[in-house]
Nanobody, 126 residues
Framework: QVQLVESGGGSVQAGGSLRLSCAASRYTYSTYFMGWFRQAPGKEREGVATIDSDGATTYADSVKGRFTISKDNAKNTLYLQMNSLKPEDTAMYYC????????????????????WGQGTQVTVSS
């Protein structure tokens, strides 16, 4: 069973930064597309940022210029650097992995992912 384990969430004031990490068991990040999603209470799960096996990235408009997704294939670890955090970034953040090839425009669609972590809470206060 493949497992994804997120860490790095917490509480921070607006304008602050956090870095989320996602460690994977077993498989190699170089052969999958990966993503960070978030879900706030009462809202749908939203694709925040993705990165594929070639290193191509996508970002939701709401986080462009503030968040950066990256991965370390040797460590099987995915990261999300979040800067200039806003109260509206408050949510549970999930790491996800998908198998095969998916065009970039579909990589922020939750249904394309087959593996999910348990989530890590990010709370931004004003």
């Amino acid at each position: 069973q493949v497992q994804l384990v997120e860490s790095g969430g917490g509480s921070v004031q607006a304008g602050g930064s956090l870095r989320l990490s996602c460690a994977a068991s077993r498989y190699t990040y170089s052969t999958y597309f990966m993503g960070w999603f978030r879900q706030a209470p009462g809202k749908e799960r939203e694709g925040v940022a993705t990165i594929d096996s070639d290193g191509a990235t996508t970002y939701a408009d709401s986080v462009k210029g503030r968040f950066t997704i990256s991965k370390d294939n040797a460590k099987n670890t995915l990261y999300l650097q979040m800067n200039s955090l806003k109260p509206e970034d408050t949510a549970m953040y999930y790491c996800a992995a998908g198998i095969g090839w998916v065009p970039l425009y579909r990589q922020r669609v939750a249904g394309t992912y087959s593996h999910w972590g348990q989530g890590t809470q990010v709370t931004v206060s004003s």
